[in-house]
């Protein structure tokens, strides 16, 4: 009787091979390229700490670990659960050079996914990506892109724009996350008019146990956008946080697109969300004190390795008639403007009175939706203009 068609595989898969062998990636790299429509990799030939684990998936982002056990045996072993406190999800496939039962019944109770024996053939690496796949059907689909508003200082209006900035973008029918990461002044609950009896400390608390049914009772669906809010209360543990990688890691394989509304960019919480984040949303007004902010917080991001091709600068609340040109703002920063948009206070109120997006015939709202254009790729034409402006340079630099 004849056998139904194993399905193609499908997606975009991006492995880290963890060995110290370097035959065996020659061996599986041209395997693996054959059989996957989208596939890259990087080489590691040494067993990584824990730290240097996480900077790979900070900037390699892989979704496949291919890890070779093999002779200091434990040594190989022992980092199947480092790798999966790093990231609980992250498929294992553990390589061994010989068939040994019981070295693979004890590398997949450490938590590995399935397991490739030498010599290999195309059947068995085909066979066990089949495999994977069925059981992390998320993590090989195209991640999701993930935009960071962040405030220069308080007071912006970052969150305004972070939450019409997400349902501007619902227009693209897409799935998406709107998550308040501000564990001190979250204000999207308040925003948007809705209460939770959970927040993003309690993705954090499960993150080992995450799935789709969980994460469902954890967010609070809004008009077709998913919100995942912070705490209403001081908890504890809020000022320990260090790292958010467990919800973005999550959400940027779950939804299309993230929108995280950050509480600001100084210390390891908030900086872990602009490294992970794809483009960053650096949130200002045209007033004096908020464009020194910016100056500090560009020296901060450049301090600790942000690079500046993801930033992308708004002024808010922008009025010719008050605070300072465009052309100033521009030249005294030495950063282009991304995206201006206007004062528009009553529409604003209104919004906030009702808990509902602004609408998109305000200025505001009209505004919002040429900013969502723009990050999707639209053409806006930017203009800059030199200016001569010495005095108010050198003001800037007297207050740097």
């Given at each position: 009787m004849p056998q139904p068609d194993t399905p193609k595989l499908s997606g975009a898969w991006k492995a880290l091979f963890i060995c110290p062998n370097p035959k065996i990636?020659?061996?599986?790299?041209?395997?693996?390229?054959?059989?996957?429509?989208?596939?890259?990799?990087?080489?590691?030939?040494?067993?990584?700490?824990?730290?240097?684990?996480?900077?790979?998936?900070?900037?390699?982002?892989?979704?496949?670990?291919?890890?070779?056990?093999?002779?200091?045996i434990e040594k190989g072993i022992s980092l199947i659960p480092e790798l999966l406190r790093t990231d609980a999800k992250l498929p294992i496939i553990v390589v061994l050079s010989n068939n040994d039962p019981e070295l693979v019944l004890r590398c997949l109770r450490q938590g590995a996914s399935d397991f490739l024996i030498q010599p290999f053939t195309s059947e068995q690496v085909e066979a066990?990506?089949?495999?994977?796949?069925?059981?992390?059907?998320?993590?090989?689909?195209?991640?999701?892109?993930?935009?960071?508003?962040?405030?220069?200082?308080?007071?912006?209006?970052?969150?305004?724009?972070?939450?019409?900035?997400?349902?501007?973008?619902?227009?693209?029918?897409?799935?998406?996350?709107?998550?308040?990461?501000?564990?001190?002044?979250?204000?999207?609950?308040?925003?948007?008019?809705?209460?939770?009896?959970?927040?993003f400390m309690d993705v954090l608390a499960r993150a080992q146990d995450i799935d789709g049914d969980l994460w469902k009772t954890l967010i609070t669906s809004r008009q077709g956008v998913d919100v995942l809010l912070s705490p209403e209360v001081m908890t504890e543990g809020m000022s320990d946080l260090k790292d958010a990688r467990s919800i973005i890691d999550y959400a940027r394989h779950t939804y299309d697109l993230v929108v995280l509304d950050s509480g600001g960019v100084y210390g390891d919480w908030n900086l872990s969300q602009l490294q992970l984040a794809d483009e960053i949303l650096l949130v200002t007004t045209n007033e004096l004190t908020s464009l020194q902010s910016v100056q500090r917080v560009l020296g901060y991001l450049d301090a600790n390795n942000i690079p500046r091709y993801k930033l992308r600068l708004i002024v808010n609340r922008?009025?010719?008639?008050?605070?300072?040109?465009?052309?100033?703002?521009?030249?005294?920063?030495?950063?282009?403007?991304?995206?201006?948009?206007?004062?528009?206070?009553?529409?604003?109120?209104?919004?906030?009175?009702?808990?509902?997006?602004?609408?998109?015939?305000?200025?505001?709202?009209?505004?919002?939706?040429?900013?969502?254009?723009?990050?999707?790729?639209?053409?806006?034409?930017?203009?800059?203009?030199?200016?001569s402006l010495s005095g108010l340079l050198s003001l800037f630099s007297r207050t740097s």
């Open positions: 990636v020659r061996e599986l790299a041209p395997l693996l390229s054959k059989l996957l429509p989208t596939f890259s990799g990087h080489d590691l030939n040494v067993y990584p700490t824990r730290h240097q684990f996480a900077d790979l998936l900070a900037s390699e982002a892989p979704n496949l670990c291919l890890l070779e056990v093999s002779e200091p066990t990506l089949h495999k994977v796949a069925r059981q992390n059907p998320s993590r090989l689909k195209s991640p999701g892109r993930v935009y960071c508003v962040v405030p220069a200082k308080g007071g912006c209006g970052a969150s305004t724009i972070a939450s019409n900035l997400a349902y501007q973008m619902k227009r693209s029918e897409k799935r998406i996350l709107l998550a308040d990461l501000d564990p001190l002044a979250g204000t999207l609950s308040f925003l948007l008019k809705i209460k939770s009896s959970y927040s922008y009025d010719r008639h008050t605070g300072l040109s465009k052309d100033v703002i521009g030249t005294a920063l030495h950063t282009e403007i991304f995206h201006i948009l206007p004062a528009d206070y009553d529409a604003i109120q209104k919004s906030l009175m009702e808990g509902k997006p602004l609408a998109p015939n305000t200025s505001f709202g009209k505004s919002m939706i040429a900013l969502v254009d723009r990050l999707g790729g639209g053409s806006e034409a930017h203009n800059k203009k030199n200016s």
